[in-house]
């Protein structure tokens, strides 16, 4: 079986090594850079599969270096962010992130989306290991939602929705990082003039209350 590269983007000497230890014991291929310029000289030497890049980082941000690297490249891309990068974290998933972590995080969950990641990239590779892109499936940390087969996975387990929650999913996890109101939900999904909303606030609890 193939190793899969990642690499590790991180000005934080001790979070870099530390991720490393941690990715390393799980047998995958380490790369590390100590910001946005370093990491995207190693993606141009390497095949890397997958990228954790920080977002606050001396000379080149992580917002920068994954809004460059999506010039050419399509593997995903986790960020890490503080708490207070909340806006940053928006404009990363917006200009081409898959995904994010908060610091500080236990190594448990950042390889569980490290893992839920590179399941989406290598099921949709064909044999001649180029990515098939498809639109239709989306994921979002470890939630996974596939309109052709109208099927819905948190970290990798089927999780059942009726209709219409799977229809407010499927708006809300095609655009991550917009915020949309009741009225707004209720008009796209229903297709009609918003009435009551008190409906949508209904499902969307019961939607949380599944993922």
Do not use: C
């Amino acid at each position: 079986m193939e190793k899969y590269n990642i690499l590790v983007v991180e000005d934080d000497k001790e979070i870099r090594d530390g991720i490393e230890i941690f990715l390393k014991s799980q047998n995958y291929n380490v790369f590390k850079a100590a910001d946005g310029i370093e990491g995207l000289q190693v993606i141009e030497r390497e095949e890397i599969h997958l990228a954790i890049v920080d977002i606050m980082m001396p000379r080149m941000d992580g917002v920068t270096m994954t809004m460059k690297l999506r010039e050419k490249y399509e593997f995903p891309v986790i960020m890490l962010s503080a708490k207070s990068e909340e806006t940053d974290k928006v404009i990363g998933l917006n200009i081409g992130a898959d995904d994010y972590v908060t610091k500080p995080f236990t190594p448990l969950e950042l390889m569980a989306r490290v893992n839920s990641q590179l399941r989406r990239y290598t099921k949709f590779m064909n044999k001649s290991g180029t990515e098939v892109k498809n639109d239709r499936v989306h994921v979002l940390g470890g939630l996974e939602l596939n309109e052709d087969t109208v099927e819905v996975f948190v970290d990798g387990n089927p999780v059942k929705m009726t209709p219409i929650e799977f229809k407010i999913l499927a708006l809300l996890i095609r655009t991550p990082g917009r915020v949309y109101s009741a009225e707004e939900i209720y008009e796209r999904v229903w297709n009609e003039k918003a009435i009551n909303t008190d409906t949508i606030m209904v499902h969307v609890r019961n939607i949380r209350d599944k993922i």
